[in-house]
């Protein structure tokens, strides 16, 4: 990755609280436990895994930056939603652990010396990984479950619509 290109994913990784927060103020509240399908999340359960990955993100970057070359941890998605019963999490407290975890995490990669972005750690699903794909992966996390929320409202305004 260029230094132009990490400098503009930086600013953007930055702004990821704000990015989710408004695109929340998009759905009604009402409609937060909603799943198109059984197998489906809804946007409360995409806002805890979306801060319980950013709780292994951070932990990642402070790998990558404090001992290069150690395993970074995997887990399990579906299991973490279903075995932590995401519905009976609270939204609002996990939006707040999310901004903390994001902020100080940015704060720290903004002063990141440039050898830090070709470190290595070993993910036991995707390989050796670079500061860098750790940057990308994490840019992206946010505005993807963006989508993925946009399409669960679309999913239940259709039904809503379909009911009557």
């Given at each position: 990755?260029?230094?132009?290109?990490?400098?503009?994913k930086?600013?953007?990784?930055?702004?990821?609280?704000?990015?989710?927060?408004?695109?929340l103020?998009m759905?009604?509240?009402?409609?937060?436990?909603?799943?198109?399908?059984?197998?489906?999340?809804?946007?409360?359960?995409?806002?805890?895994?979306?801060?319980?990955?950013?709780?292994?993100?951070?932990?990642?970057?402070?790998?990558?930056?404090?001992?290069?070359?150690?395993?970074?941890?995997?887990?399990?998605?579906?299991?973490?939603?279903?075995?932590?019963?995401?519905?009976?999490?609270?939204?609002?407290?996990?939006?707040?652990?999310?901004?903390?975890?994001?902020?100080?995490?940015?704060?720290?990669?903004?002063?990141?010396?440039?050898?830090?972005?070709?470190?290595?750690?070993?993910?036991?699903?995707n390989?050796?990984?670079?500061?860098?794909?750790?940057l990308?992966?994490?840019?992206?996390?946010?505005?993807?479950?963006?989508?993925?929320?946009r399409?669960?409202?679309?999913?239940?305004?259709r039904?809503?619509?379909?009911?009557?």
């Open positions: 990755m260029s230094e132009s290109e990490r400098v503009a930086i600013a953007s990784y930055g702004k990821a609280y704000e990015t989710l927060k408004n695109s103020e759905f009604p509240h009402e409609m937060w436990k909603f799943k198109p399908t059984e197998d489906s999340w809804s946007i409360h359960e995409i806002i805890i895994h979306v801060t319980d990955s950013e709780a292994n993100s951070y932990i990642r970057c402070r790998r990558f930056l404090a001992e290069p070359g150690e395993p970074l941890l995997a887990y399990d998605q579906n299991r973490w939603a279903s075995g932590l019963d995401y519905h009976s999490q609270s939204p609002e407290d996990a939006l707040e652990l999310f901004r903390l975890l994001r902020k100080t995490s940015y704060d720290l990669i903004k002063l990141a010396p440039d050898e830090a972005w070709s470190r290595e750690c070993f993910h036991p699903e390989g050796m990984m670079t500061m860098d794909d750790w990308d992966t994490y840019e992206r996390h946010v505005p993807e479950h963006v989508v993925q929320m399409s669960v409202f679309e999913s239940w305004r039904e809503r619509e379909e009911a009557g």
